[in-house]
């Protein structure tokens, strides 16, 4: 049997985590640590999906001004120390604003040291991503991440739902792996078209669109555009 496959279905179709969760505690085990590996001193170089990344929210922020929307704000999911929102700031100065969170709190004292500017003109708050989603009430106009991070939340919260209900145009997923053994598998598209979303680009190491070369780091560039539905730009 398929468990990769029927665990998709029950998370994204049945709606119930709990099955999969309850399943992976008794015939699974789960070896992956993240306070382990995924330190911060550890993500504060840009790597190569990343500039992927940056000319893609560059691309799209450009084409919202484009249309005269004004009041941008960009929020970057489990952002770690803020380098992909350093390096947008870099570009966009404070045409912007730069929000984002992160549940380990000991990154704080790595934006403030190596990203000074951002960690005076950005709102970052450290907290579960659950507990960021409960109380926030603003909209972004663009969320987006890189790495895995949310490719490990425990299913029980229905974390699409979260993201799109507080993103205005444009989600963006980038070095999402939804493969590794570690992970909940999902059906994105269908999920995000069930939350109001159309899929507008799915990027794998194999597309034309792909620019990283071949032998580089990160090679498994894996990455999804979603555009909301029924907006002036769709």
Known sequence: MNFKLLEKIVISYLRFGKLVIAFRKIFRKNNYVPQKKHKPKNYLKLQNSSFFLINCLKEKINLLKKYSINNLSVLDMCCASGRHLDALQQIFRNEIDYCGFEINQTNELYTEKYFPELFLNSSIEYCDIKEFYFKNKSKFSISFTHGRSIDLVNPNFDLIKSICDCTEYYVILTNLSN???????????????????KLEKHLEPESAYCKIPEGQEDRHLFSKIY???NTIIS
């Open 227 to 229: 555009l909301r539905k």
């Open 179 to 197: 493969k590794a053994s570690t992970s909940y598998s999902r059906f994105w598209d269908h999920e995000f078209d069930r939350n109001g979303f």
